[in-house]
């Protein structure tokens, strides 16, 4: 045991965790640890602009690296301004540890200044969140919040720290083990599941895998690319399993659901067998459930046991770690399998292959075509760069024609769809990588809710490139006002306000301005030469939309191509 203060205790029981970097921004009821931060060696922090990006920039470091994000504010108005980024990071199942500040233990419940019931506010978005009540508490909470966050479906946890806990001296003492009632994660997949899902695939005529962020999470990707090969089975995406499979790999059919590619959709529609990874069967990805994969056998597996059987009933369930599972099936298989006849179920993965691509090469017109610019990027960019996206067209353009080829490199808001997430995701992902280019997929609408942390990548010296596709409108809300509500635009409008070139060079950034693909291609060649960070202001119709297009509540195969 060691006498030491509260906020002594925190930073030591971080450095236990191997943490090495924290987002945040000071206030008053987080000041000691702030304090016990000036003498610190080990951890770096990195001051945002806004907690909201605090927390975006710990999951982009959470989904980049693999391992835990942190970030940090105070109490009240500090706290809550971290709630949209938690929730962000518990819908697509991000680990990431948030540390608020709060008011004293004497003046919990009292109303008093910059207070805020954020244990209250947080409990239906974090895995689990605490509220520290002493000083000798905290290395045990440190320990149990990294476990939780980090194993089993990973998510956000938060931690609570009243301001005189910080202060108050006790005999500390850190222990390595966590034993928590209840919390027993399920990794092993019981085998006799095994082994009906084996005799499912052995029988299996017209094969789809569906791979989900929980491949990426789990680092199964090498078992979903084999069990691929050996049934000769198409592999479809969610939006979070973008880059599990290589989308240069023949069996790669792309994203799945509303703004899926032809192929993906088609095929799941038609498979006899469905081997859905790590995924969650969201309305996104499904369209109608009842009309979803109607004639398939769907074998599911998650970590999660909660999500089997919640939107789609599968018809064998798995409650296990995908690389578990996917590697007892595999072993089974290559046991029994015989190598079956699938060129008819091949070819017509091709032919819907080749319409998607079809798309791809419409450039007709005046200006700039997002899917062709999305081809341009993935020429220029090296394999291994980190994409995340910012939320609307410019996100599903990416996801569809934007091709990704390692795990980890495309980081995008799934489940809660947050305006503003991918430029401070960017910062984080650059950190925690920052010997890869990282680039930011934007929109207008979106780059501008949290475009004030352009301060901090200049400031910090975390050279990120944005590309805003400059439509100068909400798109994604004006396209389904073209669409389904008679053209009938309202509070869209954003009048091309502001200068993004003028808008990145006052905070010290550079800013580009890309009227033609030619001019594109110079601008992104220099930004990644550059050691600042770099706004690329690439102005598109805003008569855009993004197809394909499955309209909401339609079965997957109702396309809108055009």
Not at 214 to 231: D, H, P, R, T
Not at 277 to 306: E, L, Q, Y
Not at 332 to 351: D, G, P, V, Y
Request: net charge neutral; charged share 20%; aromatic share 6%.
């Amino acid at each position: 045991m060691v006498l030491m203060s509260g906020a002594k205790a925190l930073l030591e029981a971080l450095k236990r965790e191997k943490v090495k970097v924290i987002f945040g921004i000071p206030g008053g009821a987080i000041l000691p640890v702030y304090d016990e931060l000036f003498a610190e060696t080990d951890i770096t922090h990195i001051l945002m602009r806004h907690e909201q990006c605090a927390a975006h920039a710990a999951d982009g470091y959470a989904r980049a690296s693999g391992e835990v994000g942190v970030c940090m504010s105070t109490s009240g108005p500090g706290a809550t301004n971290l709630v949209t980024g938690i929730a962000n990071a518990f819908m697509d199942s991000s680990p990431i540890v948030a540390i608020t500040g709060q008011v004293p233990r004497a003046l919990i419940g009292k109303d008093a200044f910059q207070e805020a019931d954020i244990i209250g506010i947080t409990t239906p978005i974090t895995k689990c969140n605490f509220q520290v009540r002493s000083a000798a508490e905290i290395p045990k909470i440190v320990k149990t919040a990294f476990y939780i966050a980090s194993t089993g479906r990973r998510g956000p946890v938060l931690i609570d720290l009243p301001r005189d806990v910080q202060t108050e001296e006790a005999q500390i003492e850190f222990n390595d083990n966590v034993e928590l009632r209840g919390y027993k994660p399920v990794y092993d997949p019981h085998p006799l599941q095994i082994e009906k899902a084996v005799q499912i695939l052995l029988q299996a005529e017209r094969p789809v895998i569906v791979a989900g962020g929980g491949v990426i999470a789990s680092n199964a990707c090498q078992e979903v690319i084999a069990l691929a090969e050996l049934l000769a089975a198409p592999v479809a995406t969610t939006l979070m399993g973008k880059g599990a499979v290589p989308e240069n790999h023949p069996l790669s059919v792309g994203m799945l659901g509303m703004h899926g590619t032809v192929a993906a959709n088609y095929l799941v529609q038609d498979a006899d067998v469905l081997l859905a990874v790590g995924m969650r069967f969201s309305d996104r990805t499904t369209g109608n459930f009842k009309t979803f994969c109607p004639n398939g056998k769907i074998i599911h597996i998650d970590i999660d046991a909660s999500e089997i059987g919640k939107n789609i009933k599968p018809y064998i369930p798995i409650v296990a770690d995908a690389k578990r599972a996917l590697q007892a099936i595999y072993r089974q298989l290559l046991e029994k399998f015989r190598k079956k006849e699938r060129s008819a179920w091949l070819e017509r993965m091709w032919e819907l292959k080749r319409m998607h691509e079809e798309v791809v090469k419409s450039n007709d017109g005046d200006g700039i075509k997002p899917p062709a610019l999305m081809v341009e990027i993935r020429k220029i960019l090296p394999n291994e760069a980190i994409i995340t996206t910012e939320v609307g067209q410019n996100q599903m353009w990416a996801a569809l024609y934007l091709k990704v080829y390692k795990p980890r490199t495309f980081i995008s808001s799934g489940g809660l769809g947050t305006m503003g997430f991918g430029f401070p995701a960017a910062i984080g992902a650059k950190v925690a990588c920052p010997n890869v280019p990282v680039v930011d997929i934007a929109g207008d609408g979106s780059f501008i809710m949290t475009e004030q942390d352009l301060a901090t990548s200049v400031a910090w010296k975390i050279p990120v490139i944005v590309i805003v596709l400059n439509n100068s409108i909400l798109g994604m809300v004006a396209q389904w006002q073209r669409l389904f509500y008679g053209r009938r635009y309202f509070a869209v409008h954003l009048g091309g306000i502001p200068d993004f070139v003028k808008l990145a060079e006052a905070y010290g950034a550079q800013g580009i301005r890309a009227q033609s693909i030619e001019e594109f291609r110079r601008a992104l060649k220099t930004a990644l030469n550059s050691d600042v960070t770099t706004v690329i202001d690439v102005p598109i119709s805003s008569e855009e939309n993004v197809l394909p297009m499955v309209p909401p509540g339609q079965d997957l195969k109702n396309l809108m191509l055009s």
